[in-house]
Structures are given as C-alpha cells and as structure tokens.
C-alpha cells in the first residue's frame, strides 16, 4: 500500500495497485518489507516510578508496598517529571503512542508527555490509605486538577483511579465513581 501522510496525519491509505500522482515537495520513501499499524496503547502505568526499577523486587507485594510508599514521600514534582520523560522515551522506542497513567504530580506527568509527543490519560489517584481526613482533601484536589486540565492540549485527558479497595475508604471509592 502507498501511505499519504500530511503533517502529522495518516490522510490517504491507497493500495499498492493504483497509479497515484505524488503531490509536488512530498518526500517519498520506500518502505518494502515494512509494516505500518497504529501506535501501542499502554493501558496501565505508573511513569513516575521509571526510576525506582528493581526496589524491593525479591519481598512479597505488602512488603513492597510498604517500602515503596516510603519512598515516595521523598518524591518532589521534578523527581517526577524526569521519571516520567524515561518512561516516555521507553514507550517511544517500543511504538506507544497513548498510555494511561497512575501516578503522583500530574501536572508533571502532563509536561513531559506533550514535550516528547505522546497522549496522555492521566489519573488523579484516590489512595486515602482508609483516613477520613484524608479523603476530604482528596475530594478537594481532585476537583482543583479537574478545573486545571480544562486547559490541556486535546490530546491529553484527565480520568480517576482508585488505587485499591485495601487502600480507599468505601465512601471515597463511591465519590470516585461519581467524580
């Protein structure tokens, strides 16, 4: 098949058969024994962590977690903008175009994956740790997220995770759900 491809747009798919006159200043390229397909979609990530590889991987999951969330406390919006630009580039070199993103700092998140050119689905984590005040300034920031993400590129979007049924008050997972 013959690609026409106008800026950054698949805009013409033409089988290989058909005469087509190519468009004055186009450059041509000559792709046999290639395939073309859609960008990969990462439904689930955590880009932020790109950095933390290999801690705690030899202790069971709860010792894990324990560990991790240690770790993350010491996490600042830089730490994780530049994780989450080593996460990008990873998912660039294996043809992801699109990934869908738990993590802290979205705003973060949201930079790094527009400066390389990728289509964020970036969550706002509900993770109270079962803690009621907890909840309440989650419900707050997550509404100020919601109201920032107004502004986004068209190509990035806002959803909501909830972390795990362990780590979230019931009422908050139904608020979640109803966010």
Not at 15 to 30: F, Q, S
């Amino acid at each position: 098949s013959n690609i026409l491809i106008e800026g950054n747009r698949i805009t013409k798919v033409i089988p290989a058969d058909v005469e087509i006159a190519v468009p004055e200043g186009a450059e041509v390229m000559d792709c046999t024994g290639k395939a073309a397909f859609p960008g990969f979609v990462n439904m689930h990530t955590h880009s932020g962590m790109a950095l933390m590889k290999g801690i705690g991987e030899d202790i069971a999951f709860h010792e894990w977690l324990d560990k991790i969330w240690v770790a993350e406390e010491n996490l600042d919006e830089e730490y994780v903008y530049h994780a989450t630009k080593a996460a990008c580039l990873e998912m660039i070199k294996t043809g992801t175009t699109t990934f869908n993103d738990q993590y802290w700092h979205m705003p973060m998140a949201y930079k790094a994956a527009m400066e390389l050119g990728l289509r964020p689905a970036l969550s706002y984590v509900v993770l109270d740790k079962n803690d009621p005040e907890e909840s309440e300034r989650q419900k707050i920031q997550c509404q100020e997220m919601y109201d920032m993400t107004k502004s986004w590129d068209e190509k990035a979007q806002l959803l909501i995770s909830i972390h795990a049924i362990y780590s979230v008050r019931e009422e908050m997972i139904i608020w979640a759900t109803e966010f």
